[in-house]
C-alpha cells in the first residue's frame, strides 16, 4: 500500500470512531459574537477569558509597535533578535508575577519543551500529574528524563513515586487549572512533597495567568503561595489575548534557560511589536478588574441556571466548566444541535480526554453578556 493510501485509510477508521477533527473556519476577530463559515454565532470556544483579544487599545498598541520596530525581529533572541521591547517585557512580566527574572518564549508549547529539557536529562526524573496538557507529557518525553505520571490530582501516589525514585534531579510538572477539567491543581500539596523529597515543582498556569488572584497575578497569587521551589510558567495568547509565554523565577533558573532551552535558542525572536502590544495588554490585566468579576458572575450564572437539571458540569472554579457527556457520537450530536441554534460549545473527545468522557468545554469570558449565557442554558434546559 501507498503511504497516501495506508493515510487515507486511517482517516477513514478515525472518521467512523467519530475522532476525526476538523477545522472551522473564523471570518470575525475573536470575541463572544464570531462569524463562522458564513454564520454568526455566539462561541464558547476560546481562551481569550478577558476579552482582551479583539480589544480596540491593543490593536492601536500593535499599530504603534510597528511605527517603532517594524514587523519582523528578523534574528533568534542570541543573536540580535532580542529588542528592547521583549526585553522591557521580561522585566514587567517579572513584576508582575512577583518573581526576580523572566523569559519571553514564542509559544507555551515551546517553553515547557524549553524548561524541561533543559533542566533535566538521562538521571533525572519528571513526575507529571496524567492530565497535564501536552506540551508538557512531549517536554518529558523529549528531556530523556524518567517519565513517571500519577494520577490527577494524587498527592499519595506522587508520593510513592518520590520516595523510591534513584533520580538526581527531580521534577513535579504540573498544569495550574487543568485544560480540561477547569480545576486547579493541589500546588500546597505538591510543594509539600517537592520540599520532602527535594523536587522542584513547574507550574504551567496557562489558564490561571490574568484569570485568578487579585489583578490577575495567577493562580500563586490566588492560592497566597510563594515558594522558591516553583519555575513559573504562563502562556500570553489567552487571557493576555496575544501571543507568546514566559518562565519566572530565579535568576539562576533564567540564565540557565538562555544556555540551554533549545526553543528559545534555535528560533526566531517574536516580532517585537507583540511584545509591545502585550506591555499594554499587562496594564489592562492589572488595571481592569471588572473583567475578572463579570467572569466570576457569568460562572455563577451558568452554575446556578444548570444546578437541578440533570446536565452535569465537572466541578471547577474557573470559566473552564466542562459538560459531561460520556460518548464521542453523543458529544459531537450535542455540539452540532447547539451549533444549529447559533452556540458554539466545542466537543472534546479523546485522546484529549480519557475514553468515556467526552464533554463540551464551555469556555466563558469576559466579553460574554448574561443573556447570552442564559441562551446557552435555556437550550440544554429545553434539552437541546
Ligand atoms: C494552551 C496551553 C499551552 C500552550 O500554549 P501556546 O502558547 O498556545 O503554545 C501550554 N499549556 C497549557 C496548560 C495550555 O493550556
Redesign the pocket.
Known sequence: MSLHAELAAELAAREDQGLRRTRRLLESPQRAQVTVDGRDYIAFCS?DYLGLAADSRLAQAAKAGIDRYGVGAGASHLILGHSSAHHKLETALAAFVRQPRALLFS??????MGVVSALTGRGDAVFADRL??A??NDAALVSRAAFKRYAHGDLEALERLLRVTPARRRLVIT?A???MDGDIAPVAGLLQLCARYDAHLLI?D??GFGVLGAQGRGTLAYLGIDSERVIYMA????AAGV???FVAGSAALIDTLIQHARTYIYTTATPPLLAHTLLASLVLIEEEEWRRDRLRKLIDQLKQQLAGSTWRLLPSETPIQPLLVGGNADALALSARLAAQGLLVPAIRPPTVPQGTARLRISLSADHSFAEVTRLTAAFLNRV
Open positions: 481562551n509559544t507555551g508549547y515551546m517553553a515547557n497535564n496538557h506540551s508538557l498544569d487549572v487543568f485544560s504551567d496557562a489558564h502562556t500570553l495568547g489567552k501571543a507568546g509565554a
